[in-house]
């Protein structure tokens, strides 16, 4: 059984404009956390809530380092 999931929510990022680079490296670069949903900054990574999320309450932390491949990065980085 196939199921679709339906998230309109969504829509306003699907149909939106397109910046150029990679969101997750930009984020940390703004200045307002509060409007970017960042919740919190340590060394290495932040956290931040998925604006357009399928599941409430989605948490992302991700590395201020830009990494490709989940391999790469280091223990610490980790």
Same mark, same amino acid.
């Given at each position: 059984? *196939?199921? *679709?999931?339906? !998230?309109?929510?969504?829509? !306003? /990022? %699907? *149909?939106? =404009?397109?910046?150029?680079? @990679?969101?997750? @490296?930009?984020? =940390? +670069? &703004?200045?307002?956390?509060?409007?970017?949903?960042?919740? +919190? &900054?340590?060394? +290495? *990574?932040?956290?931040?809530? $998925? &604006? /357009?999320?399928? $599941?409430?309450?989605?948490?992302? %932390?991700? =590395?201020? +380092?830009?990494? !490709?491949?989940?391999? &790469?990065?280091? !223990?610490?980085?980790?």
């Amino acid at each position: 059984m *196939t199921s *679709t999931l339906w !998230a309109p929510w969504r829509m !306003a /990022y %699907i *149909t939106g =404009p397109k910046g150029g680079g @990679c969101l997750l @490296c930009d984020l =940390p +670069r &703004r200045g307002d956390d509060r409007k970017n949903l960042v919740l +919190r &900054r340590g060394p +290495r *990574t932040y956290v931040v809530m $998925n &604006r /357009y999320p399928y $599941n409430n309450g989605h948490l992302m %932390i991700v =590395p201020y +380092r830009h990494c !490709a491949d989940f391999g &790469r990065f280091s !223990a610490e980085d980790a």
